[in-house]
C-alpha cells in the first residue's frame, strides 16, 4: 500500500496524518510537495489539515490551483481513494471535488475543541469499520469550517447518500452539538462514487496512545482496508 500526503506552504498537520495512517497500516506515508505534477502509483491520497498559503482569499482557494491540484483531478477521475481533512476539505471543495462551501463559523470565531460525529452510513468502504462505534469523539480546530449547501445540492447529496458524518451529541442525536452552524450538522461528505471523502473534524489526533483517545482508529482502519 502507498499513501501521499501532500504538502502545502502553511499546512501542518501532515505528521499528525502520517503517524495516524502508519500506526494502523504499520507503512510511513510519502509526503509530496505541492509543486509536484504525479501522483501515479498511490493508492490514498491525503491532503493534511492547516493554513495553506495563510488562509487568504478563501480557506483552500490558494491551494486549489496549486501545480499538483491538476493530477489530483485526474486520479479523483480515476477513482484513487482521496481524504481530505479541515484545511484539506476546504480544497476538495474549491476544486468543486466535493459540492457545497464552507462560511465562517457562525460564531464567528476560531474554535477548538472536543466534538462528537456520527457516520450516517456505515456500510461504505471508508466508515464500514465504525459499524459497532458510529458515534466517535474527535477534535476540531477550525475558523471556516461551517458547511453550507444550498437546497439543490442538500437534496441532491442526500439523494446519492453522500453525508459521511454529522456533529452530535454523546447519545448520537444530530440535532444537537453541531459547533458552528453547519447545514444540518453535516461534518463531512463523500463524493458520488464514495471514493473520496471530506471533513472537517482531525481524526488523526485521535489515533495514538498518547491522545489519551482512540475514536479515530476505526475510521483509518476503514480508509486503509484492502489498499494495496
Known sequence: MKTAIIVFPGTNREKDMADAIEAVSGQRPEFIWHKETSLDNYDLIVLPGGFSYGDYLRCGAMAAHSPIMKELLRQAERGTRIFGVCNGFQMLIETQILPGALLRNNSLKFICKHVHLKAENTTESFTHKLSNTP????????????????????????????????????????????????????????????????????????????????SGVGLFQGILDGLG
Do not use: W
Open 135 to 214: 458515534v466517535i469523539h474527535v477534535p476540531i480546530a477550525h475558523g471556516d469550517g461551517n458547511y453550507f449547501a444550498n437546497d439543490n445540492i442538500l437534496d441532491d447529496i442526500k439523494a446519492h447518500t453522500q453525508i459521511a458524518f454529522r456533529y452530535c451529541d454523546e447519545n448520537g442525536d444530530t440535532t444537537q452539538g453541531n459547533p458552528n452552524g453547519s447545514t444540518e450538522n453535516i461534518a463531512g461528505i463523500y463524493n458520488k462514487r464514495k471514493t473520496i471523502l471530506g471533513m472537517m473534524p482531525h481524526p488523526e489526533n485521535a489515533t495514538l496512545d498518547h491522545h489519551e483517545n482512540l
